[in-house]
Nanobody, 129 residues
Framework: VQLQASGGGLVQAGGSLRLSCVVSGRTFGAYDAGWFRQAPGKEREFVGILPWRGDKKSYSNSVRGRFTISRNQAKDTVYLQMNTLKPEDTAVYYC???????????????????????WGQGTQVTVSS
C-alpha cells in the first residue's frame, strides 16, 4: 500500500491550499483516512479523520471550521482543504490510512498515530505572516 501526498507549498496567512493523498496498491477495501502534521521540534499531531462511511468526521480544535477532509472514491484520493491558513499551521502534513475493518479499541483512536498502518511521505506547508 502506498500513499502519495502532494499539494503543499508557500502561502500567505489567510490563504488556502488543498492537499491530496492518492492511495494505491491496497489489498483491503474500505479504509479510514487521517491527516496529521508535524512542525519543527514538535511531535506529530492529529489534524482530522475521514472514516470510510464518511459519517463521523472529526477535526482537531486548532483546525475545526477551517479545514475539511473529503474523498473521491473513484480516484482513491483523499483531500485536505485548508482555508484561512495561519502561520501556526506551518508543518509537514502527512496522510495516513488504516483498514476500516481493523478493530479500534477506544472511541478517539483516530487521534493516535499508532493506530494507522500506512503513511504518506509528507508534504510541506509554509504559511507566511
Amino acid at each position: 500500500v502506498q500513499l502519495q501526498a502532494s499539494g503543499g507549498g508557500l502561502v500567505q496567512a489567510g490563504g488556502s491550499l488543498r492537499l491530496s493523498c492518492v492511495v494505491s496498491g491496497r489489498t483491503f477495501g474500505a479504509y479510514d483516512a487521517g491527516w496529521f502534521r508535524q512542525a519543527p521540534g514538535k511531535e506529530r499531531e492529529f489534524v482530522g479523520i475521514l472514516p470510510w462511511r464518511g459519517d463521523k468526521k472529526s477535526y482537531s480544535n486548532s483546525v475545526r471550521g477551517r479545514f475539511t477532509i473529503s474523498r473521491n472514491q473513484a480516484k482513491d484520493t483523499v483531500y485536505l482543504q485548508m482555508n484561512t491558513l495561519k502561520p501556526e499551521d506551518t508543518a509537514v502534513y502527512y496522510c495516513a490510512a488504516v483498514s476500516a475493518m481493523t478493530v479500534k479499541s477506544f472511541a478517539t483512536w483516530y487521534q493516535d498515530r499508532r493506530e494507522y498502518d500506512y503513511w504518506g511521505q509528507g508534504t510541506q506547508v509554509t504559511v507566511s505572516s
